[in-house]
């Protein structure tokens, strides 16, 4: 059973950082790319952020670009989305997952083939 673990969860004030970890078994991390999902309470699983993991190239959506940062640690097999002044509205649990990443010229997808457990995120005013 593929297992991906994320921690770092929290409460923070508005405006703050929260750094949060994804542990990934080594053959998910060598063989699937690594992404970031939330969802709000009352609101559908929502992408935030996904990195291709052989040449390391991020993609986000527009709501956190320029906040959020999704990075790797290939030694460690670890990925981290370091989130940056946050908002209420970044108030969510926040999965990561494995699968294989999509793009085209305007937009990019990852299909899921492993979850995470959630991490919840509570941004305060």
């Known amino acids: 059973e593929v297992q991906l673990q994320a921690s770092g969860g929290g409460l923070v004030q508005s405006g703050g950082s929260l750094r949060l970890s994804c542990t990934v078994p080594?053959?998910?991390?060598?063989?699937?790319?690594i992404g970031w999902f939330r969802q709000a309470p009352g609101k559908e699983r929502e992408r935030v952020a996904c990195?291709?993991?052989?040449?390391?190239?991020?993609y986000y959506v527009d709501s956190v670009k320029g906040r959020f940062t999704i990075s790797e640690d290939v030694a460690k097999k670890t990925s981290y989305l370091e989130m940056n002044n946050l908002r209420l509205e970044d108030t969510a649990t926040y999965y990561c997952?494995?699968?294989?990443?999509?793009?085209?010229?305007?937009?990019?997808?990852?299909?899921?083939?492993?979850w995470g457990q959630g991490t919840l995120v509570t941004v305060s005013s």
């Open positions: 997952a494995a699968g294989t990443l999509s793009t085209d010229d305007s937009d990019w997808d990852l299909p899921v083939e492993y």
């Open positions: 080594a053959f998910t991390f060598n063989h699937y790319d």
């Open positions: 990195i291709d993991i052989p040449d390391g190239k991020e």
